[in-house]
T-cell receptor, first 115, second 116 residues
Framework: AQKITQTQPGMFVQEKEAVTLDCTYDTSDPSYGLFWYKQPSSGEMIFLIYQGSYDQQNATEGRYSLNFQKARKSANLVISASQLGDSAMYFCAMRGNFGNEKLTFGTGTRLTIIP | GAGVSQSPSNKVTEKGKDVELRCDPISGHTALYWYRQRLGQGLEFLIYFQGNSAPDKSGLPSDRFSAERTGESVSTLTIQRTQQEDSAVYLC??????????????FGPGTRLTVL
């Protein structure tokens, strides 16, 4: 079974500061993928970034980067230079390999950017 | 191109009635997924389609829930004899169904179901 743990139910961050959202995972699959999604108050799920378990380098997408520490089973999302529009729920999720394609989600972190 | 679309966006029904929720995936995506999100919670997996077969139905909470898919196109999630605990947002996602590294799921806007 796969499990995602997000231990920060809510965070408040000053605009323009960097923020790290924590995510730890557990799986028995030898290969897997880790995802972060953003859910604004409008409700849509927006894909942000992906990290494969065998990727040698941490994933980056614009202001988003994923701090992947495989030995610690952590996949923290780092948002640099936060903006007011970053205020949203953030979900960490993982997917196994063939036969385990569904996404398993954490409970999410509500990020609020303070002007 | 067009993203995943879902209809209706909102559905209010009375307890005991049947409801059908529709999902149109991104064109060319062979994999389709249904998830449920209760208020203030994360997403729960319901069912996964590869083409029109469903290799993983493990998340369907009861036999009142069923889903079908026509080819590699539209899918319908049906909830029979709705209960108040079925109230949630039902989200559909689609992906290319390829290898792990390339298979990102893209979500639709969801259907908010309220059972009175």
């Amino acid at each position: 079974a796969q499990k995602i743990t997000q231990t920060q139910p809510g965070m408040f961050v000053q605009e323009k500061e960097a923020v790290t959202l924590d995510c730890t995972y557990d799986t028995s699959d030898p290969s897997y993928g880790l995802f972060w999604y953003k859910q604004p108050s409008s409700g849509e799920m927006i894909f942000l970034i992906y990290q494969g378990s065998y990727d040698q380098q941490n994933a980056t997408e614009g202001r988003y980067s994923l701090n992947f520490q495989k030995a610690r089973k952590s996949a923290n999302l780092v948002i640099s230079a936060s903006q007011l529009g970053d205020s949203a729920m953030y979900f960490c999720a993982m997917r196994g390999n063939f036969g385990n394609e569904k996404l398993t989600f954490g409970t999410g972190t509500r990020l609020t950017i303070i002007p | 191109g067009a993203g995943v679309s879902q209809s209706p966006s909102n559905k209010v029904t009375e307890k005991g009635k049947d409801v059908e929720l529709r999902c149109d995936p991104i064109s060319g995506h062979t994999a389709l997924y249904w998830y449920r999100q209760r208020l203030g919670q994360g997403l729960e997996f319901l069912i996964y389609f590869q083409g029109n077969s469903a290799p993983d139905k493990s998340g369907l909470p009861s036999d009142r829930f069923s889903a079908e898919r026509t080819g590699e196109s539209v899918s319908t999630l049906t909830i029979q004899r709705t209960q108040q605990e079925d109230s949630a947002v039902y989200l559909c996602a689609s992906s290319t169904g390829g290898a792990l590294g390339t298979d990102t799921q893209y979500f639709g806007p969801g259907t908010r179901l309220t059972v009175l």
